[in-house]
């Protein structure tokens, strides 16, 4: 099999976007199409009618040969599909591993050279809230979603390191319409700041293997993204004008619990029962 | 005895502000009142008359019953009070040395649990001003007034590892309404930046041990605060306004003059004579 | 549930080996039995007959209840099972992954509270042999099979954050008899050194969760062991003896082969087929 | 030969700035003019007529008598003279290598004590794209002119570690009226900025020998300037209002070119013919 | 006030060995008599008679006049004297602050330009036993006894960058006849070690300020001397002769105690009181 | 032009050594001769005889077409030609500079693989006596010489990068019969070591482009090869025999003199003259 020459575009004839029906997958899918003529949307949950310029190709992502075919003809993955909480071993076992595992050797199979991969700040989120670390400190995931998201980057490195195919790690910290709560005043990303990033990690010339925290422009910030300017991200949100909001709701927080002292908050409570 | 669970508050009881009549006291007295119901107030020095939501209580930092009864009640201290510029040795050992060792006992027996500690940029003063340093940076104290701030960074630090009381030390640069002069550029702090950071210190959710430099957003810096970005310190002012006036007052400087060649600046050619 | 106080102890009532009829698990089979009182050896091949003190407890790994009851009643594990060389991905996930969930499962279900865990140098294997890492070093896994160890390294490091189940991870080089060419001159561990390194993670007064290379005291160096030098793992032997009958055996080298270039070896050319 | 004490001033009897004739020399002369009395100009190419407090001295400067008498006078040098491009060696030889010792020397006889030497990226051309470096990362030239670049700042290390001679080597990136091509979104540095950081150099208190990258402030970074943050230097522009029409004018790269892996984009294909 | 050049000899015209009847100090008293003509002793316990070449100065080191009197005619220090266990902060004040200050003012008035002074490994006995840190690594004291060496370590860095006198700090381990526990199994130095370390520095060409934790060549280790390697300390001894005793003597330890999770030991359960 | 592949063989054809007639390089002629059938001997001074499997080919290394003509038909070079102290600038220009620019044209014209590239202790010499560095340390030239140095390191990091041309770097320390003071206990590298420096560079699988410390096993040490590792170069000798007789012979050190401070020993007081 031979591929044409690798090429690094600004715009795609054909972007797939897996787990489109989640909460970040929704917000990003109408913002996605206006980099590619054909914006490809794979999920197992219902993802409405299609648009102009959109298709559908709903697969699980532990079957293989569906998830072969789902890359077939694509120019780059924004990959967001699998399980994106803490969970039981086997479903994300299923999906976050082996899943990852089908998406890269059919990104391998069908010449795929660019994979935005959203990984997760659990992978890190059992280094503490008073400490900041940058994008090459040790892995310590606060759970077995985090181990499963640790496992997709080292995944990723290896793809790219023996067959040359591109992935930016983002590790997201939250996203949602607003912070929710005083954690989330340093993990927080909009949506915004949610697009500026996977566009610069698609457009950006050359990523290589990368790993980024995806988080808005906070005052509060655990994560240095120094080591990854070359992605050419620069947040323009903050979690500041929700502060007041946020600290109104949750006045006080109890210094013993795991959840004020670790990176990835409640996360660390979670895993399998003790 | 028994404390109850240790609590991050935004809005305090009682607060302590030591040193309350010095310079930089005098400017929080006001700032700190709106964060808490009571503002215990100490120096040695005349501290006026005490408006509503005050309390006066004058302690010299080494009488060490006094200073434990000063601590009782009190829900956080900003301590301020001591030495702040290069002396004999006699003065600073009584008020920053002994008086810290005071603070930090009385805060252990009354259960006080978060100390944000008024360190110096002296800690490093030997280091150059043509180098950039964080805070991790061995330190290079530049007199004896250094030492003993480096003491209490020290003592704190142990007081955060063996019983949990967390302190920010804060290596405040220069903080006066305006910067005096050339080496102020680099390393002043408007009056607003110093509230910032204290109630930062104050109100962010887990503090732990941290060490961060008081400087204002100055063109010219010395000091790299990435380690410390967990604070949710941000300055807003800078002394670039200044810098036409500085300048004017101090066209040329003398490269051969350790107080040019120092971050410490005049301070290194202090201490004991030679 | 309550387990006893955690103890780290020099001898042991019960040690479980798996992969105990491996190339690894017949060295260290005699050689563990002196550490214990009973020595619980498990595999999916033939483990031949039980010595005195040795009991059989034939497990496949990735057999949640089986592995659940092979960690009963045991003080601590030395973890060989798996697939330890470059395979397609499903006997890779269902030894290497599935099976080492149900490892550590099983032993926070049971208080086991140390695991040696049989990592590899492979977790890094895209390194260059002309550069030198340390543990610290951020993954590089040069196949499947070094992804997976690096996701038993990373399960590990959360049920030690989580769980305080201690682990040390040995990324082995080499283990044979004897260094069969001119790589295994920089990767060979001989059996002896094995003994010490198992033994030393085993008895170390405290091992908290700890990376460190397996190799011998060769003379030519990749691996950097001063972050692991807590371990107490001093290599007694070198493949420097056997040096010029392998130099004689493999004279010439083509230094545009992979196998040469990384630290991985041959393994960095296999992987799913290109 | 004694010499007045060396001093730091903000304005300047006599500058010389070399290679006043080329594309930064000739933004820069009017702009430095500001900063001096008289602006001492030189070069090998035709410098037009003197305006008032400007005076003409052209020298080779492979010839070292010539620049011996160019230094005479002289409070500060901005040094752009040299083959600014990727050339045969025997030019590079001549203006860059024995160039710079000649002006070195200069200086050294006649007490100049601070020179802005415009180095390039070059010397660290053959780091990644995908990379983001420090000032203090190894040397990697792209090709003879960076290897030129890179003795100057050795031997300019030298003359101050020796001779307290201070120099700013500039890493210059793309300096030119606009970014021309995708990686000047990252490299490019503003012709107001270029002032900036030169002015910064002239006039901060001190030195030292200190290197640091001369870009604007552009979304994409490959290069960290956090250790030179002394100097002062805070850029005011930026490539991205260009980004636009520079991506309509190249709207993908292929990922196998060198100077798209690399960051000295094409200059590391040139170099010797191959 | 002048003085002769500073000289860096190997042999002493009159050293001054302070503590001299504890524990080390009756061990180097003799051993140091070999390396200077006159051996000044000091402390506050018994001394014995006076050997040949020996002179008694009886000093208490919280007496500033009669410190200053035992440092005059001295060519060089080892300054073993002060409280060695954690105690009330009292004794500590006396002896290892106001004690070190007055040491070093002695210094600096009679021109004594090299001390070797005993610091210790509790200034940095909060690290775990399950790391390795180098001499580099902040300090975290466990102790009032580790903070007060931890000021004697700064304040002999700022007489080094002030008035050059040279200072290496002895971070020593546990210098005994034999080790007593497992914890020395990483922390003991042999009383040869000890004497090899102390002579190296004494009569190193130059010694600056340096920082070198005092341990013999252990098998295990948890601190790394890379950094020190210019004084050319290299240990003979082991603890390792000593394992199989100390372990029969110990055979299990309780992994939630912190004596056996921090450095520091026994130490970090010290301290003010609960 | 096209080459056989790149090889890295144990034995070579022909190898080259330059300098042949200076102190190394006498030393090195008989022993290198075991590891080539023939042996090419190039230098300015007499060679002496040709031995059995010897050529002579005396060039001077600034005459380009010669260099050119000397490295044809050779498999590997070991380059010890060239000004090897600190003299005027021309003659170090001439053998330094131009003359390894045309060593590495000449490589690149005839396809050779791997130089062995004599640099010196010189590149990094104003690193303090009291300091610790590695291989990675920016580069502190002493001199022209060392300036020169860093010329041909950096030089062939750009061969390396651009042409694949293998070269270690040996930073040569002292190599005599014996140390002949104070420093070269220090930095004194034996013959035998020697030889054995340079056979591990010649012969290691791969060396990309590496940079080494050339010292024995010296009890005191400046200089940390663990970077190097990988070349596999173990030092067998050590200056320590010889310690009483230099000691003897230097028994004091002035604390002020330049070449009692810094690494690079007297050659800090030469370069061109104050």
Known sequence: MTFPAPVSPLRFSRLLLTGAAGGLGR???PRLKRYCDTLRLSDIADLGGASPGEEMQPVRLE???AVAD???????VVHLGGVSVETPFDPILQANIVGVFNLYEAARIHGVKRIVFASS?????FYRQDEVIDTDAPMRPDGLYGVSKAFGENLSRFYFDRYGIETACLRIGSSFPEPKDRRMLATWMSFDDLERLVVACLTA????HSVIYGISDNRTKWWDNTRAAHLGYVPQDSSEPFRAAVEARQPTLDLRDPAVIYQGGAFVRTGPLE
Chains 1, 2, 3, 4, 5, 6 share one sequence.
């Open 27 to 29: 917000e990003l899918r």
């Open 63 to 65: 079957d293989r040969s």
């Open 70 to 76: 789902l890359l077939k003809g694509v120019d780059a």
């Open 121 to 125: 700040n659990h992978v890190t989120g």
């Open 205 to 208: 010339p050359i990523v290589g």
